[in-house]
């Protein structure tokens, strides 16, 4: 071996840094000589020791003041929709949603809103005193269609129907456009007002099954659900009074 | 406006590895938010300073880095000590042995140098190229070579598990 290699030199070649001709030359130098070969391996392994260290931020969730800032400045009221619907009720009977969860879904609101907005002519929510209200084919799927599990022409699939412990109606939809996201709506009034919005977790054309549902969603529905969600009988019989309460129910 | 959205979503999506890379220098997990926070607020108010098409990530690594020497000199200036490292941080269903390693690593970056600190942070931790850490931290790739061929050997020096 006529040629001494700098231990920088065997870093940048472990770090895939060196050119063509620099990375034969090493390659030469290890097959002839197993001590350089152990002390590319050496920088290899520290490499992935020192990445690895820090792997578990990536899976932490991100705080919720972070994802608002990034979030759309018309998306400041979503972020803590939440809260807001929360902030209305009586707090002794609320679980408050998981903080995170709130969070991973105002992130993804943020992102979803964002491309949205660029794309897509006629919006399937709006937002309307800080609250997301569906519209058009969204509104009118919660309206009216049943959890056949198939997607309508629209796009749009109803989950599960449920009521939550205000005796509000409450229907978990798939929305698949370019960007296919699932969500939470409640009955207030004559509208659905959206409490989660979260990207699907895949991406595939053919239909998932419907518990695919991201975790997102699934928190939202733990938080607000009262017992079971509606059978078949009972979500028609639900929708063929609009939504609202049935007058036994209610009084 | 448009330009505008395109940042924040790529800004959203940012955000695990700006994280990532805040903990890494700052080395505290209070420290490293705030970091993160002051830079997306940066960042968003000279949206307009960055190039459609280049790397977001090594602009945001940028903005922090700044953000952080400002940090330091202010923290110096008023004399404050450092808020007490913290590790550990480091969360999921890894093995007991696999944490052990990761708080030894985080450990011994902690007491690594800052310059050191960061130019592993830049090169191992978030994968850019030794090019593009040099011209983020202007300086030469021979000086970023250097750096992190210190603060690597110091590391294995306090690891030492896997040396000869």
Same mark, same amino acid.
């Given at each position: 071996?006529?040629?001494?290699?700098?231990?920088?030199?065997?870093?940048?070649?472990a770090?895939g840094?060196?050119?063509?001709?620099?990375?034969?030359?090493?390659?030469?130098?290890?097959?002839?000589?197993?001590e350089?070969?152990?002390? &590319?391996?050496?920088?290899?392994?520290?490499?992935?020791q020192?990445?690895?260290?820090?792997?578990?931020v990536?899976?932490?969730?991100?705080?919720?003041?972070?994802?608002?800032?990034?979030?759309?400045?018309?998306?400041?009221?979503?972020?803590?929709l939440a809260?807001?619907?929360?902030?209305?009720?009586?707090?002794? &009977?609320?679980?408050?949603?998981?903080?995170?969860?709130?969070?991973?879904?105002?992130?993804?609101v943020g992102?979803?809103?964002?491309?949205?907005?660029t794309?897509?002519?006629?919006?399937p929510?709006?937002?309307?005193d800080?609250?997301?209200?569906?519209?058009g084919?969204l509104?009118?799927?919660?309206?009216?269609?049943?959890a056949s599990?198939?997607?309508?022409?629209t796009?749009?699939?109803?989950?599960l129907s449920?009521?939550?412990r205000?005796?509000?109606?409450?229907?978990?939809?798939?929305l698949q456009?370019e960007?296919?996201?699932?969500?939470?709506?409640?009955?207030s009034?004559?509208?659905?007002?959206?409490?989660?919005?979260?990207?699907?977790?895949?991406?595939?054309?053919?239909?998932?099954?419907?518990?695919a549902?991201?975790v997102? &969603?699934l928190?939202?529905v733990?938080?607000?659900?009262?017992?079971?969600?509606?059978?078949?009988?009972?979500?028609?019989?639900a929708?063929?009074?609009?939504?609202?309460?049935?007058?036994e129910?209610?009084? | 406006?448009?330009?505008?959205?395109?940042?924040?979503?790529?800004l959203?999506?940012?955000?695990p590895?700006?994280?990532?890379?805040?903990?890494?220098?700052?080395?505290?997990?209070?420290?490293?938010?705030?970091?993160?926070?002051?830079a997306?607020?940066?960042a968003?108010?000279?949206?307009?300073?960055?190039?459609?098409?280049?790397?977001m990530?090594s602009?945001?690594?940028?903005?922090?880095?700044?953000?952080?020497?400002?940090?330091?000199?202010?923290?110096? /200036? /008023?004399?404050?000590?450092?808020?007490?490292?913290?590790?550990?941080?480091?969360?999921?269903?890894?093995?007991?042995?696999?944490?052990?390693?990761?708080?030894?690593?985080?450990?011994?970056?902690?007491?690594?140098?800052?310059?050191?600190?960061?130019?592993?942070?830049?090169v191992?931790v978030?994968?850019l190229?030794?090019k593009?850490?040099?011209?983020?931290?202007?300086?030469?790739?021979?000086t970023?070579?250097? /750096?992190l061929?210190?603060?690597?050997?110091?590391?294995q020096?306090?690891?030492? /598990?896997?040396?000869?």
């Amino acid at each position: 071996m006529t040629v001494q290699l700098s231990d920088e030199t065997l870093m940048a070649y472990a770090d895939g840094e060196l050119d063509l001709v620099a990375r034969a030359e090493i390659e030469a130098a290890m097959a002839r000589d197993p001590e350089v070969a152990r002390a &590319v391996e050496r920088h290899r392994a520290a490499a992935a020791q020192i990445r690895g260290a820090y792997d578990g931020v990536l899976a932490e969730p991100v705080p919720g003041r972070l994802a608002a800032l990034v979030a759309q400045p018309i998306a400041a009221p979503i972020v803590d929709l939440a809260e807001r619907r929360e902030a209305r009720q009586p707090a002794a &009977v609320r679980t408050r949603l998981p903080a995170w969860a709130a969070m991973a879904a105002s992130l993804a609101v943020g992102v979803f809103v964002g491309i949205l907005s660029t794309r897509e002519p006629v919006a399937p929510y709006a937002g309307v005193d800080g609250v997301l209200v569906a519209r058009g084919e969204l509104d009118a799927a919660l309206d009216s269609q049943l959890a056949s599990g198939a997607v309508d022409a629209t796009g749009v699939r109803i989950g599960l129907s449920f009521k939550d412990r205000d005796g509000d109606y409450c229907r978990t939809f798939h929305l698949q456009q370019e960007v296919s996201v699932a969500g939470l709506a409640c009955r207030s009034g004559e509208d659905w007002h959206l409490q989660v919005l979260a990207a699907e977790p895949a991406r595939e054309g053919e239909l998932r099954p419907a518990a695919a549902m991201p975790v997102a &969603v699934l928190h939202a529905v733990d938080a607000v659900i009262d017992g079971e969600p509606l059978d078949a009988a009972a979500e028609a019989a639900a929708r063929d009074r609009h939504w609202q309460n049935a007058p036994e129910v209610a009084e | 406006m448009t330009p505008t959205d395109d940042v924040r979503a790529q800004l959203a999506g940012l955000l695990p590895r700006l994280r990532r890379f805040a903990r890494v220098i700052t080395r505290n997990v209070a420290d490293a938010d705030d970091l993160v926070q002051v830079a997306l607020e940066k960042a968003l108010t000279r949206a307009d300073q960055w190039r459609p098409g280049s790397r977001m990530d090594s602009w945001m690594f940028g903005i922090m880095k700044n953000a952080w020497i400002d940090e330091i000199r202010a923290r110096r /200036r /008023r004399e404050r000590v450092h808020a007490p490292e913290e590790a550990g941080a480091t969360v999921g269903d890894r093995s007991a042995a696999a944490r052990d390693i990761a708080m030894s690593v985080q450990a011994a970056m902690a007491r690594l140098p800052e310059d050191q600190r960061m130019a592993i942070a830049l090169v191992l931790v978030e994968g850019l190229s030794y090019k593009d850490a040099a011209e983020l931290l202007g300086i030469p790739m021979g000086t970023l070579t250097s /750096r992190l061929a210190r603060g690597r050997e110091a590391l294995q020096a306090v690891l030492g /598990r896997d040396g000869r």
